[in-house]
């Protein structure tokens, strides 16, 4: 079984803040790693992902990740927050003997001007 | 990026008629689509599963008759609701992936959803 979680249904910075939005996995293997962004009644954009080497992971529109295995997390970060990086963040993990992917609920982020 | 296509983006139908939406891969062949459901606020629920030429495989608690899927090529997949009801108005998304089934490696690419609403 694999599962994700997504600790906190809602993250707040102020423009120009270093942002950080949390995630922790469970899979029986190895996992593949995947962080996606939902704007309001829109499909989800793919971010970045981790399947294997350098544990920091660096995606789109300045975001990055890093994968932790003794912590089975793979936090996303961005050094400088923008306002229009306001929207719904989702996680999601696939571990390597399933064929789909498992989203966490997803972490609100907002950011003030 | 990849680019998945939905198609409408948005539909209202009357109770008991039947509604069909498109989801295309642009740019890329998908060998593998998926059908999401995400009701306000929460996170995607997976429905089911495509594999080119081959038949649909439902997540349990979907009805694979009222949630028909075709994936008829490796551009195009189509959900039809069949008889729609009140409670099967929902944000339905699709998502496509190049490789095979088991091949972890490759990106899921979302289509831009399309809102049902049943009257």
């Known amino acids: 079984a694999q599962s994700v979680a997504q600790p906190e249904d809602q993250v707040n910075v102020a423009e120009g803040n270093p942002l950080t939005v949390k995630c922790t996995y469970s899979?029986?293997?190895?996992?593949?790693l995947f962080w996606y962004v939902q704007y309001p009644n829109r499909g989800l954009q793919f971010l970045l992902k981790?399947?294997?080497?350098?544990?920091l992971v660096k995606g789109s529109y300045g975001f990055e990740a890093e994968f932790n295995k003794s912590q089975t997390s793979f936090h996303l970060k961005k050094p400088s927050a923008l306002v229009s990086d306001s929207a719904l963040y989702f996680c999601a993990v696939r571990d390597r003997g399933y064929s789909t992917l498992t989203f966490g609920k997803g972490t609100m982020l907002l950011v003030s001007p | 990026g990849a680019v998945v296509s939905q198609h409408p983006s948005w539909v209202i139908c009357k109770s008991g008629t039947s509604v069909k939406i498109e989801c295309r891969s642009l740019?890329?062949?998908?060998?593998?689509m998926f059908w999401y459901r995400q009701f306000p606020k929460q996170s995607l629920m997976l429905m089911a599963t495509?594999?080119?030429?081959?038949?649909?495989?439902?997540e349990q608690g979907v009805e694979k008759d009222k949630f028909l899927i075709n994936h008829a090529s490796l551009t195009l997949s189509t959900l039809t609701v069949t008889s729609a009801h009140p409670e099967d108005s929902s944000f339905y998304i699709c998502?496509?992936?190049?490789?095979?089934?088991?091949?972890?490696?490759?990106?899921?690419?979302f289509g831009p959803g399309t809102r049902l609403t049943v009257l």
């Open positions: 998502s496509a992936r190049e490789g095979g089934a088991g091949v972890g490696t490759d990106t899921q690419y």
């Open positions: 740019d890329f062949q998908a060998t593998t």
């Open positions: 981790y399947i294997t080497g350098d544990n």
């Open positions: 899979v029986s293997g190895n996992p593949y």
């Open positions: 495509s594999n080119e030429g081959s038949k649909a495989t439902y």
